[in-house]
């Protein structure tokens, strides 16, 4: 099955709840609330309070992805406001075992996202501890930019490597996802596909674009 996670990070800000409620209306999986902190990304989005903001809003799950140095800092708060799943930096963590180790005391699924330029092998010896692989298909800190093609061969890499280790863990992806580059990442393995602007935008309704995603992968 192919999961569908809205990122609000393109919604339009002033209307934040109402667009997370269009997101679920149209039948997204999920909701990515792209959290960055001016450091490790340049921009400053979302924090906690947003999180907490959200929640009652939607029955979907809530997928925090910290862009943000040292969110072992911050794990516990995001989770109490209501985070299904925590998704950090492998960039971001020199501990990175002991983060997510974390995270699922927290009783919140864990995730692990990584920049184009960061190997798989940095993966090696926490694979198990993942729910979740990100394979950002942008430089992360902003919506709108063109899908990098040379991860493709990056997510049929990590497939085989999963698979090859008896991981059913499954791959997100996220930048640059549209009915056009959705069919080519699904066909190299991944089942998690994280767009912005290609949902929220002045082009059609968010149930319009999200119907246009979903069937650029059922074919
Ligand atoms: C970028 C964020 C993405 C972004 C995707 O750093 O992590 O989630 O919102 O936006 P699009 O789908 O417009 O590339």
């Not at 609000?8 to 709840?17: H, V």
């Not at 995270?103 to 995730?111: A, N, V, Y």
């Not at 501890?129 to 049929?156: C, E, Y």
């Amino acid at each position: 099955m192919i999961v569908i996670e809205a990122s609000i990070l393109s919604a339009d800000f002033a209307r934040l709840g109402e667009q997370a409620r269009q997101a679920e209306a149209a039948r997204v999986d999920a909701i990515q609330v792209d959290v960055m902190d001016g450091c490790f990304v340049p921009d400053i989005t979302f924090g906690p309070g947003v999180v907490r903001a959200l929640r009652p809003l939607v029955s979907l799950p809530l997928d925090v992805h910290l862009m943000i140095v040292e969110p072992e800092k911050h794990l516990e708060v995001f989770a109490g406001a209501g985070a299904d799943r925590l998704i950090v930096h492998q960039e971001t963590c020199p501990h990175l075992h002991c983060v997510l180790q974390c995270i699922r005391e927290l009783k919140t699924e864990t995730g692990v996202a990584l920049t184009p330029g960061t190997p798989l092998s940095v993966l090696e010896e926490v694979l198990d501890l993942a729910d979740l692989i990100q394979v950002m298909t942008v430089n992360p800190g902003w919506g709108g930019q063109p899908f990098i093609h040379s991860q493709l061969d990056k997510i049929r890499r990590l497939r085989r490597i999963l698979d090859e280790r008896g991981l059913d863990t499954p791959i997100a992806v996220d930048g640059g996802i549209d009915p056009t580059t959705a069919p080519l990442v699904v066909s190299t393995g991944a089942t998690v596909l994280i767009a912005g602007s290609s949902i929220f935008n002045n082009r059609a309704s968010v149930a319009e674009n999200v119907a246009a995603l979903r069937a650029s992968v059922s074919k």
